[in-house]
């Protein structure tokens, strides 16, 4: 055989073993890709860091990697327009595995009041995972002391309540509008004053800038419990444990229940199988111990809800937070 053929021969060889071993990297990745968060989790909070969907996915980042449920993750913080923005992104990169995007009320009076041409049902919906609520809230010195007299000063001079909370489109704003309607208060006639968070309102609150507060009950529950402030009611369907004796908006005779619940959607353009997938991972994160404590923590309620029932929420809740926003002028 002439040196030539040898040659010859020897590159074959050696290109048919870099085909073998890219033919084996491509399956591996094949198969990664398939396990999607497994291999890479990317959580978007759709916020700037240090809010509730930042805390909430650094929780959700902290018991994936503290019980080697992903090979790496990462949070990404995509924030704006009350979350649209991190929306558009998960929307705008249909197919991707290995992404999940932390939803909400929130988000979706977004939505409505910004216009968004991407919606949550444009994602694929994944599994609620916790709820909390928000409450009316007064200095303790205040001459409100009941809702009954907030209800009264509305009525007498709605301009004249000046009141804070979170963004607009929050949870905070949707139920002080809603609060107000129930005074007979129309959406021109609320002075509603939005903050970046509960602790910037809190002490515009307790500074005699605000009249009444809105905010999470786990933002004011220890101003509560030092006696600064007195609640006037609470969001939630029955008393909240971190404020035992703070009475619900509908014991006081207003039916309002509106609750800041979070839940995870993944890319649009997923297969039922990598959808599926992505449902088991979040059932597997929030049986985690890192999460228990982290709903402990943070005074967050175990709403878990996947599958058709998760579903059949989403629906509910857009259809609810849409004709909220519309009432109240705002979308």
């Known amino acids: 055989m002439t040196t030539r053929k040898i040659l010859l021969r020897t590159v074959v060889t050696m290109l048919s073993l870099v085909l073998v071993v890219a033919g084996i990297a491509e399956a591996h990745e094949s198969a990664g890709s398939g396990a999607g968060a497994r291999d890479k989790l990317k959580i978007i909070a759709p916020a700037a860091p240090g809010g509730g969907w930042d805390t909430t996915a650094r929780e959700l980042q902290n018991a994936a990697q503290a019980n080697d449920l992903t090979a790496a993750s990462e949070v990404l913080n995509v924030e704006g327009a009350g979350g649209t923005i991190g929306l558009a992104r998960l929307v705008n990169q249909p197919g991707d595995p290995n ?3 932390l939803t909400g009320t929130t988000m979706l009076g977004g939505v409505e009041i910004n216009g968004s041409p991407a919606e949550v049902a444009d994602t694929t919906p994944i599994a609620k995972i916790s709820e909390d609520y928000d409450a009316i809230v007064v200095p303790a010195d205040s001459p409100l002391r009941t809702i009954d007299d907030l209800m009264g000063r509305w009525r007498a001079d709605p301009g004249g309540v000046v009141v804070g909370g979170g963004s607009i489109g929050s949870l905070d704003h949707l139920l002080a509008g809603s609060a107000a309607s ?46 600064q402030l007195r609640v006037l009611g609470v969001s939630a369907p029955q008393r909240t444990a971190d404020l035992p004796g703070a009475p619900t908006l509908r014991e006081t005779g207003i039916d309002i229940v509106l609750s800041n619940w979070r839940g995870l959607a993944a890319a649009p353009g997923i297969t039922p199988a990598q959808a599926e997938d992505m449902r088991a991972f979040a059932r597997q994160l929030v049986a985690t111990p890192q999460w228990r404590d982290a709903l402990r923590r943070n005074n967050w309620i175990d709403a878990f809800v996947d599958g058709p029932a998760y579903d059949r929420y989403l629906r509910a809740e857009t259809g ?11 979308a």
């Open 182 to 227: 129930a005074a007979g208060v129309g959406p021109a006639g609320l002075n509603y004053i939005a903050y970046s968070g509960g602790g910037e309102m809190v002490a515009s609150l307790l500074g005699g800038h605000l009249d009444v507060g809105v905010a999470n009950t786990n933002e004011i529950s220890d101003q509560v419990t030092a006696g």
């Open 320 to 330: 609810r937070i849409r004709e909220i926003t519309k009432r109240l002028g705002l």
């Open 99 to 101: 992404t999940l995007l």
